[in-house]
């Protein structure tokens, strides 16, 4: 119901909105569904947000393996960490647009130069999330399973993993934030699909109708993402815990 | 089967980089069967040894010769549970193999069967001692460490609870390590007491108690505890003497 209840004062706000500032400069919802229905009606709204989840999919899963072993490795063993440390830190801070430009210079205007840019800027945040999850891994934990003499994998699986669970909930959340907002730019600028690619040409357009119809249900598909598979699986990752009154 | 112990020192760096011994010496050898009890004051180093005995701590000089492929069954001191598996989930992963009515039997005796399916969090710090318990007793250890097990809890569960080992140890021929400070636990457990010095550990004096832990009457318990609180508050005169 608050759910609800926020959605009606969104479009309520926005729609006030459109009434001030005019047609041209905000349409008001009924013009920005009108765009939707045409757009979907011939299909291109399916086709590029098809396009622009697969990329997502691919790179977040890309990101979140790799950033997540590495961010172990530099957590449990100190020469890694020295070792990876610089190298974290150029990532985290280098600008995502330098990536992406770099990544279609060196690889063309390709998809793997599109996906592994994406991944490139997801992938610091992952390591240096997962890495403080492998250094506040309870030591007394870890000698109860070596006193045991409990399976390396058993150890991993039932020990390591569920203490690592809220970062790697943690990377998940705000990497898939970063990744929607970054595929966007990639698909603008060396993609001739996707969201990222309808919102520039509507831009050089100034098609404002189809310009919010794409970024509307852009975020719609977040929302339901968040909604059906990001929650859940935190709540049932966290159903151990005692509930807070 | 059989454990032989020397460890000749055990020094220990903080982290101000100052250097502590936390054992002087400790030689003794555990049969199977037998129950070894440890008694000393509070951080005299008893934990640290057990340390060493479970093979989680190899930086010490000395030597401890566990026999090989012996199943280790331990109880820390505080209870090291998997806060994100259930009691059963818990006792079962260590003992795979396990088979149900042994595990029945063993929850039974422990009174845990009510609960079964909770979460160690749901879980009294009594509860969760005796889920500790079930856990080493479920992998029918060859070596059997216990480190304070009743520690904090009030006399009558701790009572009960001490029964409960003391079936569980009888009903296997288990080497059993048993550490505590309380000395009336050490009297009423243990085939043979080891005194402990303060910190830096040392053996003070080796008890072996002959009679079976069953057929110790009230009296004979009372006199072996009088001679053991002798013996322990007497080396503390020395001490403050010299």
């Known amino acids: ?245 | 089967m059989r454990l032989e112990v020397d460890i000749g020192g055990k020094t220990f760096r903080n982290a101000a980089g100052e250097q502590h011994d936390v054992i002087a010496g400790v030689t003794f050898t555990l049969d199977a069967g037998e129950v070894g009890v440890f008694v000393g004051p509070s951080g005299c180093g008893k934990s640290t040894m057990i340390r060493i005995l479970a093979g989680l701590d190899h930086d010490f000089q000395g030597r401890v010769s566990r026999p090989v492929g012996a199943r280790v069954g331990i109880v820390f001191q505080e209870p090291r549970l998997l806060p994100w598996r259930s009691v059963e989930e818990n006792v079962r992963l260590v003992a795979p193999l396990a088979d149900d009515a042994r595990l029945s039997a063993l929850f039974e005796i422990l009174e845990l069967n009510a609960h079964r399916n909770h979460f160690p969090g749901e879980l009294s710090l009594g509860l969760a001692r005796r889920v500790a318990l079930a856990r080493a007793f479920a992998v029918e250890p060859d070596f059997l460490i216990l480190d304070e097990p009743l520690a904090s809890l009030d006399d009558a569960l701790a009572a009960r609870l001490r029964d409960q080992i003391a079936m569980l140890v009888d009903d296997r021929s288990v080497m059993t390590l048993l550490v505590t400070h309380d000395v009336d636990d050490a009297v009423r457990l243990g085939d043979r007491l080891f005194l402990l010095s303060p910190r830096p550990a040392r053996v003070l004096a080796e008890l072996p108690i002959p009679t079976p832990r069953s057929a110790r009457g009230e009296a004979g318990i009372a006199a072996i505890k009088s001679d053991v609180m002798r013996r322990i508050n007497g080396d503390i005169t020395e001490r403050d003497a010299s």
């Open chain 1, 1 to 245: 119901m608050p759910r609800l209840l926020s959605f009606a004062i969104f479009l309520a706000s926005w729609w006030i909105a459109s009434l001030l500032a005019g047609d041209a400069k905000l349409p008001s919802p009924p013009t920005v569904l009108t765009a939707l229905i045409a757009e979907a009606g011939s299909g291109a709204l399916f086709f590029n947000l098809g396009a622009t989840l697969a990329r997502v999919a691919l790179a977040f899963t890309l990101a979140m393996t790799l950033g997540a072993a590495i961010g172990y490795l530099m957590g449990r063993v100190r020469l890694a960490d020295r070792l990876g440390d610089p190298w974290l830190i150029l990532l985290l801070n280098m600008p995502a647009l330098v990536v992406i430009v770099l990544a279609y210079i060196w690889a063309g205007l390709t998809e793997v130069a599109a996906i592994a840019a994406i991944a490139i800027n997801k992938l610091p945040n992952a390591v240096v999330t997962l890495r403080e999850g492998a250094r506040a891994l309870d030591a007394s934990l870890d000698e109860m399973a070596t006193a045991f003499a409990l399976p390396r994998w058993s150890t991993f699986r039932h020990v390591v993993l569920p203490q690592l669970a809220p970062y790697i909930a943690a990377a998940a959340r705000s990497g898939l934030s970063l990744v929607w907002k970054i595929v966007l730019v990639a698909e603008l600028l060396g993609r001739p699909n996707g969201v990222g690619f309808e919102i520039g040409a509507a831009f050089q357009l100034f098609d404002i109708p189809l310009l919010l119809a794409y970024s509307l249900s852009f975020a719609a598909v977040v929302l339901v993402i968040e909604t059906l598979l990001v929650q859940p699986v935190e709540t049932r990752l966290s159903r151990w815990r005692p509930r807070a009154a």
